[in-house]
Nanobody
């Protein structure tokens, strides 16, 4: 069974930092672009960030630009989301996603072939 497994979520005060990680189980995702989405209570899931399969390109949702950084280590087949200057409105379940390699620039959000199970991020004020 193919899985994407997220880790690194938790509770943090406003202004703090967290780093999320996503690693695959069951297959490799080095040929995929990878991304992060989030879903807050009562809201639809929204795109946060994506990175190309070869790390040459990234894109971010406007509200996280300058605060979040997506990266990947293809040797470890792991994707990261470094989140700095966290705000209470960043509180959500964060999902890792495998995106077809040619589609990560599609707007408003790229298509997703595989989802992780999600990890909770809570930012207190």
């Amino acid at each position: 069974q193919v899985q994407l497994v997220e880790s690194g979520g938790g509770l943090v005060q406003a202004g703090g930092s967290l780093r999320l990680s996503c690693a695959p189980s069951g297959r490799t995702f080095t040929a995929y672009a990878m991304g992060w989405f989030r879903q807050a209570p009562g809201k639809e899931r929204e795109f946060v960030a994506a990175i190309s399969h070869d790390r040459a390109g990234t894109r971010y949702e406007d509200s996280v630009k300058g605060r979040f950084t997506i990266s990947r280590d293809n040797a470890k087949d792991t994707v990261y989301l470094q989140m700095n200057s966290l705000k209470p409105e960043d509180t959500a379940v964060y999902y890792c996603a495998a995106i077809p390699w040619s589609a990560y620039t599609r707007s408003p959000a790229p298509p997703v072939d595989y989802w992780g199970q999600g990890t909770q991020v809570t930012v207190s004020s």
